[in-house]
């Protein structure tokens, strides 16, 4: 099987998230909330020979792929179908994690194989929905958003400039016939912003197809209450690492670590400290961890990437998450 994506600071990855120590010598168990076609957790699980791994996935077609990459390891891998806040919200097992990791990037493989429109490169099903057969398309969503919410989204999640122009665009195109496709949505962003930005470093559609993809599979929206439900359910002492690719994400990655590493975490409108006055975790990572130049090289999407780890001292229940509930 020909593996399509390669994983982003994985020996970073490895190093923060080593299940090393006397309680970890026989056994360690870690979840991959995010295990694409299984890259980082081929590594873990061929690294650390103790170590037992449950992946997460909404997209039942890459997680095919993995179970088929991953089936030399045998019981030492299981698999979960769905996504990750769902998981975590409703934890499935008795043991908690020693080690939980997020890949919040989207797999080579969806851009380049799923045939989902992802990506402007194909002319393809506008859809983009990871998991195919629930909730709405990209094309559903272009094609009956009113057009200020469609502007707006397309602002909030890509920080597009010429965001209103392109929502006009749309609803004018789409007033003509149902636009349904990757390259008709491309060819009319294409054509209604200036020539300079049209001829810019990169496609003029492509922010806003960052913003349709986001929109489409609730990404900021799922995030915060599943780190959230997956730092309780990870083991005391245990590790979570989390890999973001865009500033939003990475903004409320960064606001829920620094809060759990406050010394008091009560709500800033509490009369008294109620938290007992001591932090949840302890910050690994007091700045992100990036790419080397080398591995940028070698790997171009992992030119954005960062990486936040915590350890856990203790659930934080009363944890006021910080961020974007209202995105």
């Known amino acids: 099987m020909e593996i399509v994506h390669t994983p982003v600071l994985l020996h970073e990855c490895l190093s923060y998230l080593s299940p090393l120590g006397e309680s970890y010598e026989n056994d360690a168990f870690m979840v991959d909330s995010t295990l694409g076609e299984g890259g980082h957790t081929f590594n873990f699980l061929s690294k650390y ?15 095919g792929r993995a179970r088929e990459r991953l089936s030399q390891f045998g019981d030492r891998v299981s698999f979960y179908n769905g996504w990750f806040n ?18 919040l990037g989207i797999s080579v493989f969806h851009y380049e194989r799923s045939g989902r429109g992802f990506s402007f490169r194909h002319d393809e099903e506008l859809d983009m929905r990871l998991n195919p057969s629930a909730g709405e398309s990209a094309e559903d969503i272009v094609n009956s958003m009113p057009e200020e919410e469609l502007a707006n989204m397309i602002y909030l999640y890509s920080d597009e400039k010429f965001s209103r122009r392109i929502s006009s665009a749309i609803v004018e195109g789409r007033k003509k016939g149902r636009i349904s496709s990757t390259k008709a949505l491309a060819d009319l962003i294409y054509g209604c ?29 799922r995030l915060p209450l599943a780190l959230h439900d997956a730092f309780n359910v990870l083991a005391e002492g245990g590790k979570m690492g ?25 709500p800033p409108n509490a009369p008294v400290c109620t938290c007992g006055s001591s932090p949840c975790a302890q910050v690994l990572t007091k700045k992100p961890i990036e790419p080397t130049k080398e591995e940028v090289l070698a790997n171009s999407p992992s030119r954005s990437a960062k990486l936040r780890v915590v350890k856990k001292i203790r659930n934080a229940d009363k944890m006021r998450l910080l961020g974007v509930e209202a995105l």
């Not at 499935?92 to 890949?103: G, M, N, Q, S, T």
Request: with cysteine; glycine share 4%; proline share 7%.
């Open 242 to 266: 989390v890999i973001t690719f865009h500033s939003l994400e990475d903004r409320i990655v960064k606001n829920y670590f620094r809060n759990l590493g406050k010394v008091c975490v009560c």
């Open 193 to 221: 912003v200036p020539a300079s930005y049209a001829h810019g470093p990169i496609h003029p559609a492509t922010r806003t197809f960052q913003a349709l993809r986001i929109c489409v599979n609730s990404e900021l929206k």
């Open 49 to 63: 020979p103790a170590l037992h791994v449950t992946g997460v996935d909404a997209d039942a077609l890459i997680q």
């Open 86 to 103: 769902d998981f975590y919200h409703n934890y499935p097992y008795e043991r908690h994690p020693d080690l939980i990791l997020f890949d």
